[in-house]
């Protein structure tokens, strides 16, 4: 499909492509015939460093894909207002049902959000609108269960993946205990279960 082809061209641009800047290009031969495909964005706006880096690396995706024709001839991609999750659940979730229930913004995919606490949410509901979920800064190890999370996909990491690594220090350093301070957040508690290397004297619990 045409849109599954621009969803995964956008991915790779969001990933590689910084900078700043947006035009507003569009193929000669479509143009006056084309079709907006709108992405719905959760960036929180508490979070300053996000907006001056996330939001402008995304918009230039947005323009090198409009301005391709062989990736989506006569589709235009763009976004709709941006929705401000505070970094929490509720005002995400808010947003994300005002839009899908608004059938004039005809959004395809969501990209964001930029805290797990608001990604997490966004993600359990988005299967029920068929929506595609990517996000780049969420860590929480919970969003790696498929079944929970089935059309949640991210660009970096779960916080959890450092365990294997913590016990790799343990063990060279030939360290007894190690202390880990969290927050009782899931994004935090996944990483206080390191497994135990017992055939290397390496442990550690919660």
Not at 107 to 136: H, K, Y
Not at 180 to 200: A, H, Y
């Amino acid at each position: 499909m045409k849109e599954v082809t621009g969803l995964l061209a956008l991915t790779v641009l969001l990933l590689v492509i910084p900078g700043f800047g947006y035009s507003q290009k569009i193929c000669d031969e479509c143009r006056g015939n084309w079709t907006t495909l709108n992405l719905m964005v959760l960036v929180s706006q508490t979070r300053p460093t996000d907006l001056s880096t996330y939001i402008p690396g995304m918009k230039v995706a947005l323009d090198a894909i409009n301005s391709d024709c062989s990736i989506l001839p006569c589709y235009y991609l763009n976004h709709t207002e941006l929705i401000d999750p505070q970094c929490s659940d509720i005002p995400g979730v808010r947003g994300f049902i005002e839009h899908v229930t608004n059938p004039s913004l005809n959004e395809i995919m969501i990209i964001g959000a930029d805290c797990s606490v608001s990604t997490q949410p966004v993600a359990s509901l988005s299967p029920f609108w068929n929506l595609v979920q990517i996000s780049t800064v969420s860590t929480s190890p919970r969003l790696s269960i498929e079944k929970e999370f089935p059309y949640f996909l991210r660009l970096v990491g779960p916080d959890s993946s450092i365990n294997p690594g913590l016990v790799e220090l343990m063990t060279y350093f030939k360290w007894e205990h190690l202390a880990i301070i969290t927050q009782e957040e899931d994004i935090f508690t996944f990483v206080r279960k390191i497994s135990r290397k017992s055939e290397q004297g390496a442990c550690c619990g919660p």
